[in-house]
């Protein structure tokens, strides 16, 4: 079966410094990996999408995710946050064929300005 | 463009009361249709997909159910309200084939009283 896992409830960081969002997935084949960003009382939004190729992908604004399959992670990153960057952050996969997403229970980012 | 539209924004109904909520979706023909639901700050509940008019899966049975009169509209709904329904309901949309890349609506807010 496949899972998600957020280590992370909640992330706080200064403006204009690094960041690491960690995912870690469970599933035995080749997954497609998502990260979605939801701003308060809003849907969410697709930052960046998974399946095969360069193991690293661009996302919208900046962001990047990278694929390590021998350690089952899809960490989210950004070279320097901006305060309009808070909100909650999700990390998805599918297996692709059977119309099931699993998210992770999501990790909110604080960006101190 | 494809855009997808929820109705209504938020409600407030009395426990017991009957629910219907909508989704519609514009610019893209026989789309792959979900409703999650979202706890308050919590993850997304899977509750069904439908791959095509008149047909609805079930994921996660929470006394409601679901229809596709159309190929663009996703209606969820019950005939008795729980104080556990409350939450954020989400209606999202994927192309067939591409993996369930997931595009939301905005959401609408249930508060059951």
């Known amino acids: 079966a496949q899972s998600v896992t957020q280590p992370d409830a909640r992330v706080t960081v200064s403006e204009g410094a690094s960041l690491q969002l960690r995912c870690k997935y469970s599933y035995s084949g080749t997954p497609y990996l998502f990260w979605y960003v939801q701003y308060p009382r809003q849907g969410l939004q697709l930052l960046l999408k998974y399946y095969s190729g360069d193991p690293v992908v661009q996302g919208v604004n900046g962001f990047e995710a990278e694929f390590i399959k021998s350690n089952s992670s899809f960490h989210l990153r950004k070279a320097s946050v901006h305060w309009s960057d808070s909100a909650v952050y999700f990390c998805a996969v599918s297996a692709g064929s059977n119309n099931r997403i699993f998210f992770g229970d999501g990790t909110q980012l604080v960006v101190k300005p | 463009a494809q855009t997808i539209h929820q109705w209504p924004v938020a409600e407030i109904k009395a426990v017991g009361s009957p629910l219907s909520l909508g989704c519609t979706i514009k610019?893209?023909?026989?789309?792959?249709l979900y409703w999650y639901w979202q706890a308050t700050g919590g993850t997304l509940q899977q509750l069904f997909y439908?791959?095509?008019?008149?047909?609805v899966e079930s994921v996660v049975q929470l006394n409601l159910s679901a229809s596709r009169p159309k190929d663009d509209q996703f209606i969820l709904s019950t005939e008795k309200l729980l104080l556990s329904h409350s939450g954020f309901y989400l209606c999202?949309?994927?192309?067939?084939?591409?993996?369930?890349?997931?595009?939301f609506g905005e959401g609408s807010r249930l508060i059951v009283v």
């Open positions: 610019g893209k023909s026989s789309p792959n």
């Open positions: 439908s791959i095509t008019v008149g047909q």
């Open positions: 999202a949309w994927s192309q067939q084939n591409s993996g369930n890349t997931l595009y």
